[in-house]
């Protein structure tokens, strides 16, 4: 069974990056996909991004094309999520799930094993 703890959350401006990690343990992390999901509040928990196990293929929400990217780094066992240009909607929770489907799936229940979570406010 695998753990995952996301970093790298914070409060920034409209306009600025950030660099969320997710840092796996207990499992061959490499035998994972892996997503990014947000939920801002009242709102219901949204797929952002997401990678296959084998790391050829990844997957963004229309809504963060070309301003975020995802990568994974099997040796440190951790996947990121690059976030440029970033808004005030984009302000939420962060969290990242792993599954051991070769697949990226966009419904969270979908998704086997959960972080906590970690906060991204964007001023305006």
């Known amino acids: 069974q695998v753990q995952l703890v996301e970093s790298g959350g914070g409060l920034v401006q409209g306009g600025d990056s950030l660099r969320l990690s997710c840092a796996a343990s207990?499992?061959?992390?490499?035998?994972?996909?892996v997503g990014w999901f947000r939920q801002a509040p009242g709102k219901e928990r949204e797929f952002a991004a997401g990678?296959?196990?084998?790391?050829?293929?990844?997957r963004l929400a229309d809504s963060v094309k070309g301003r975020f990217t995802i990568s994974r780094d099997d040796a440190k066992n951790t996947v990121y999520l690059q976030m440029n240009s970033l808004k005030p909607e984009d302000t939420a929770v962060y969290y990242c799930?792993?599954?051991?489907?070769?697949?990226?799936?966009?419904?969270?229940?979908?998704?086997?094993?959960w972080g906590q979570g970690t906060q991204v406010t964007v001023s305006s």
């Open positions: 799930a792993a599954d051991s489907g070769d697949l990226v799936r966009s419904m969270p229940a979908n998704w086997d094993y």
């Open positions: 990678i296959r196990r084998s790391g050829e293929f990844t």
């Open positions: 207990g499992g061959t992390f490499s035998s994972y996909s």
